[in-house]
């Protein structure tokens, strides 16, 4: 299988994709759909859906650090003040 994008091998696309949270069927599919023809619209949907999956992830990882940030500021403190 060949898919034509400027600038990355087929095998960094797939890891790119995997590493953005793509299942293996999910990469098998975009590249399947997107393989033999000028798709460049549907690409872009699914990399924009997958971008966007990826972003909520980071934004609750990020929740649950500021919460641990707020934890330890408040046990140092309250250690300090006693």
């Not at 690409?43 to 649950?64: E, F, P, Y």
């Amino acid at each position: 299988m060949k898919v034509t994008i400027p600038g990355i091998t087929d095998r960094e696309l797939a890891e790119l994709l995997k590493s953005s949270g793509m299942t293996d069927d999910e990469i098998k599919s975009f590249i399947i759909r997107c393989e033999n023809s000028n798709c460049c619209a549907e690409k872009v949907r699914i990399l924009r859906k997958t971008r966007k999956a990826l972003l909520d992830s980071i934004h609750k990882k990020q929740a649950v650090l500021d919460k641990l940030d707020n934890l330890i500021w408040c046990m140092e403190h309250e250690r300090s003040s006693v």
